[in-house]
């Protein structure tokens, strides 16, 4: 019924091509013709041409879009992000191509996604369905439909917020961190004294410390044994070192000659999984600790105590390198950030010259610093 005609228009100015293409509306040759241009490539125009086609294609009720599991490789093919992110939205999706690989995407219908995704478990329920959502939203964008059906009429709450397990104090952190012998402790208290996530603290290094400005700067993180560095300056955090942390790193034995902070035995990158089993666990029982925690756990401790110290909700979110929603999901219920405290602020506000006034922090990052790292070897 429709056609349409890619080719080539007048060279541009440098000499490249440039490429339009054009369709008649009704089919005929009678009917109005459309034409559009400015396109780098013949494929380019053509990829166009045939979104547009196709969409009249749907108006007729004669349209040939792609099956799912088409658009999810074409998707996870023009994806970018690290390769462990694409093998589990993979994982993801494969639990939606298994009922749905081989509709085509006009078929998909709202109720019946609605339908499957109380199938999938409760663990993983939000993130296969928001990761069914996030590939149909760019068959969307790419004009193959018109709508997302595992969005309109299908809800996709959030599971439940988990209890977090904080240890109770610092007096019982201490006393596991004694137990655990001058190779351990001292990384045990620091990482309840940052907040740090264990695949950042197993990641410094030395260079990475500023006893002077009392900050350790966050530039990469160490993930399925693969060494990943910020993207941009706005990913390397500035995260206070508070006394405990500081003396932890006071206790750390000086005559090493690997770089990182904390190093495994043999110098190389810290290996949690041995740590969790030979150490961590046995430790617990033995000192009494129920339940056990996890070494994940000791982040949650840092925001706990933080929380009820009066820091900010704004301020934790910055030195966790988390979003204001995830904090406020997890600890808001521990924050005293709230309206009364709000109120004393504005109350006691008298203006931007009065003394107890912070003047406002434009570049919290030192200068020092402000060069994203994505060489690891590089120096400061």
């Known amino acids: 019924m429709q056609q349409g005609q890619v080719f080539e228009l007048k060279r541009a100015a440098d000499g490249s091509p440039v490429w339009a293409y054009r369709y008649r509306t009704g089919g005929l040759s009678g009917s109005r013709r459309l034409q559009r241009g400015g396109f780098a490539c013949e494929r380019d125009a053509a990829e166009a041409l045939e979104r547009v086609l196709e969409r009249l294609r749907r108006q007729s009720g004669v349209g040939r879009t792609v099956t799912l599991s088409e658009l999810v490789e074409e998707y996870l093919a023009q994806h970018e992000a690290e390769p462990e992110t694409i093998e589990k939205l993979r994982w993801l999706l494969s639990k939606a191509l298994r009922p749905f690989g081989d509709r085509r995407l006009s078929e998909l219908r709202s109720q019946e996604i609605a339908a499957w995704r109380m199938t999938i478990s409760a663990g993983h329920r939000f993130e296969a369905t928001k990761a069914l959502r996030q590939v149909l939203a760019r068959g969307v964008i790419w004009g193959m439909i018109d709508v997302n059906p595992a969005k309109q009429g299908v809800e996709n709450p959030q599971r439940r917020r988990t209890e977090k397990r904080p240890f109770e104090s610092w007096g019982q952190l201490e006393e596991l961190a004694g137990q655990l012998g001058p190779r351990y402790g001292p990384m045990v208290i620091f990482a309840a004294a940052t907040g740090l996530r264990p695949g950042e603290w197993m ?3 030395q260079r990475d410390i500023d006893r002077e400005a009392k900050v350790a700067y966050v530039s990469r993180a ?4 693969r060494l990943k560095s910020a993207k941009t300056d706005g990913s390397i955090r500035a995260v206070p070192l508070q006394a405990l942390a500081l003396a932890a790193l006071d206790e750390l034995r000086s005559d090493r000659e690997s770089e990182l902070l904390f190093p495994s035995p043999r110098g190389g990158y810290f290996d949690l999984h041995n740590f969790r089993n030979r150490y961590w666990k046995p430790t617990q029982l033995a000192a009494g600790i129920v339940p056990l925690r996890r070494v994940y756990d000791l982040r949650h401790t840092f925001a706990t105590l933080a929380l009820r ?13 988390a979003s204001l929603t995830m904090i406020d999901r997890h600890y808001g219920h521990l924050a005293r950030d709230g309206r009364e405290h709000a109120i004393r602020l504005l109350d006691s506000y008298s ?4 003394a107890d006034v912070q003047p406002l922090d434009v570049q919290w990052t030192s200068e020092r610093f402000a060069v994203a790292r994505h060489d690891n070897g590089n120096s400061r």
Do not use: C
């Open 222 to 225: 160490l993930r399925n044994g």
């Open 309 to 321: 110290a009066g820091i900010s909700t704004f301020d934790l979110s910055r030195y966790m390198g």
């Open 351 to 354: 203006g931007a010259e009065a």
């Open 203 to 205: 990641a410094l290094e």
